[in-house]
């Protein structure tokens, strides 16, 4: 099992941090966390559900269609996406 | 909204004060409540951190033992606060389908920090509205807010700085990184108090009367001095446990 972190400052100033836990290059468990904000808030902790078991080559489509509902306040999409995909290369 | 009930000015725990706002909220979301501002204060003085945030990237837990702070997760996003003494926090909940409050975010936050930049105003000071959520005096942050929209319903909550016991900074850690970084006046770069911009001290009931003054005008609505009903007063408790079980704080 690996473990890796990536922290960013986005624009707007708000600090995200995400943590993934990956074994043979397939997700185990994200964590995204930091002072943005999510509407509806669970809408987020379901992007880190369906993001388990995804590769690094799934992490695009699995993020756009789980945020699909979710409006992100201080933090985008692509962000996400990024830092997840910098924490499995 | 026609009508606001407005809950005074009292001070509680941290967990307490999270369950009021969210008993309130979800009674305003079911239709069994009123549009309500509150206004109150933290004691014994608290942190809380945003529904996302790690508690232990944010929060000096052995400081804030002992010195007798609160630790508190939020309903709501955003940053770690330091709550004080010297500080007027509010609430907002209304029906999400309240055409006084915009769909949109952003401007739903303008929306109703308006009526505090006035307040501010008011009172002497040159305050302005600062995207995403923050209020500002001179470029420095006076005031922050955060949202949620749960329970048919969107709470808002704030703090305006009235005054800051500078000595209890040190439960925040990444304002403790920042203030290692840029000495000891980078806070004071980036934050001020009312007591600061104005020279003298305003009292809680001096802002909460200008606050209430310019909620009255500026949503065009009655203002109804009230208190928790019954069936708030209820529901608080068992979120307050909620608020305080080591689950729901360290949960992220």
């Known amino acids: 099992m690996v ?3 990536v922290s960013r400052k986005v624009k707007g100033g708000k600090l995200v941090k995400v943590t993934v836990r990956s074994e043979g290059g397939r997700i185990a468990e994200v964590r995204i966390t930091g002072d943005f904000f999510a509407h509806p808030e669970e809408g987020l902790e379901q992007v880190e559900r369906e ?3 995804a590769t690094v080559s799934e992490v695009r489509k699995t993020v756009e269609s789980a945020t699909g509902g979710v409006t992100l306040v ?3 999409r692509e962000d996400i996406i990024e830092m997840v995909e910098e924490c499995l290369e | 909204m ?3 009930r407005v809950i005074s000015f009292s001070a509680h725990d941290a967990a307490s004060n999270m369950a009021l706002d969210e008993a309130i909220a979800r009674a305003v979301g079911a239709g069994a409540s009123p549009p309500t501002l509150r206004l109150y204060g933290w004691d014994p003085p608290a942190v809380s951190i945003g529904y996302f945030q790690e ?3 944010e929060v000096d837990m052995d400081f804030c033992e002992a010195n007798g702070i609160g630790v508190v997760r939020r309903l ?3 940053g770690a606060v330091l709550h004080t003494r010297g500080e007027l926090t509010y609430s907002l909940a209304v029906s999400d389908r309240d055409p006084a409050v915009p769909q949109d975010v952003q401007g739903s936050y303008m929306k ?5 930049v006035s307040a501010l105003r008011e009172l002497g000071a ?7 959520n923050d209020i500002e005096v001179g470029g420095r942050k006076v005031s922050g807010s955060a949202q949620t929209r749960r329970f048919g319903a969107v709470l808002q909550h704030g703090t305006i700085l009235l005054d800051i016991d500078e000595r209890l900074l040190c439960a925040l850690r990444a304002k403790m990184e920042k203030l290692r970084e840029r000495g000891i006046t980078g806070h004071a770069q980036r934050v001020t108090t009312l007591r600061r911009e104005l020279g003298r001290r305003v009292s809680h009931g001096e802002l909460s009367r200008a606050v209430k003054r310019q909620f009255k005008e500026q949503f065009g609505c009655k203002l109804d001095a009230g208190r928790p009903t019954s069936g708030e007063l209820c529901s608080a408790p068992s979120l307050a446990e909620r608020y305080r079980s080591v689950e729901w704080l360290f949960r992220r």
């Open chain 2, 2 to 4: 026609d009508r606001l």
């Open chain 2, 112 to 116: 109703i920090c308006a009526p505090f």
């Open chain 2, 126 to 132: 040159s305050a302005c509205f600062r995207p995403i």
């Open chain 2, 55 to 57: 508690v232990e990237g």
């Open chain 1, 51 to 53: 993001l388990r078991g």
């Open chain 1, 3 to 5: 473990e890796r972190s």
């Open chain 1, 74 to 76: 201080g933090l985008k």
């Open chain 2, 76 to 78: 709501t996003g955003g």
